[in-house]
């Protein structure tokens, strides 16, 4: 049965905070106040109201927060779980709404094949870091070590640098299978253009070189 309690919502701007995930932002606007974080469906937007936020986002507690400025605030904060944002309202100078948790139901598969899904997925981060050295060094051998699927899911999906749209995906998925299958499309995605990055970078190095050793050669 889903638990419904009323918070206040921030509206993000052009980011998503993922269940489990560390968050650091500035809170300049009066309306801020940090509870339930919901994505922009359009990033510029003063005021996006109702309509222009997406349902699902995450319940997330805040660790610390610092003033910077007159009116500005850093927060960092950490993500609690998953939740659906019902009935919006303004009150005062803050949003608040009902939500309901909503966590992802489990992966109906067998042993064998819940076995093969969780040694795939390791797989993928281990082609991951091999092109991240921070990756590798900060989180892959906690990843490793994870025996679970949903938990191991849960995990990596709040370690890896997603674009926000893609984290919102994430978000979107109401079973594990398909949060499974955007995960491991966007983590193949993202190690393809990881490795593009790191080959026109020895490309441009090389080109740099190149140049480097004509001038000296000319002068």
């Given at each position: 049965m889903r638990t419904r309690k009323r918070y206040p919502v921030v509206a993000m701007r052009a980011q998503v905070v993922l269940p489990g995930a560390v968050a650091r932002f500035d809170l300049s606007r009066s309306r801020t106040v940090a509870a339930v974080l919901v994505a922009q469906k359009d990033p510029e937007e003063i005021d996006p109201g109702e309509t222009g936020i997406y349902r699902y986002g995450t319940l997330c507690q805040i660790r610390s927060l610092t003033r910077t400025s007159h009116n500005t605030r850093r927060a960092m904060l950490f993500g609690i779980r998953r939740c659906s944002v019902e009935q919006l309202v303004l009150e005062g100078e803050a949003y608040e709404a009902e939500i309901f948790n909503a966590p992802l139901r489990a992966i109906e598969k067998n042993g064998e094949e819940t076995e093969a899904m969780l040694r795939a997925l390791k797989g993928y981060l281990q082609l991951y870091a091999r092109e991240d050295k921070g990756f590798a060094e900060r989180y892959?051998?906690?990843?490793?070590?994870?025996?679970?699927?949903?938990?191991?899911l849960r995990a990596s999906s709040s370690q890896l640098p997603w674009a926000w749209g893609t984290g919102q995906r994430l978000l979107e998925c109401n079973t594990?299978?398909?949060?499974?299958?955007?995960?491991?499309?966007?983590?193949t995605r993202e190690i393809d253009v990881v490795r593009m990055r790191h080959e026109y970078e020895q490309k441009l190095r090389l080109r740099l070189d190149k140049s480097q050793r004509e001038f000296m050669?000319?002068?």
């Open positions: 892959l051998p906690r990843l490793i070590s994870e025996t679970g699927l949903m938990q191991l594990g299978e398909e949060f499974y299958e955007v995960l491991t499309g966007e983590l050669l000319r002068e």
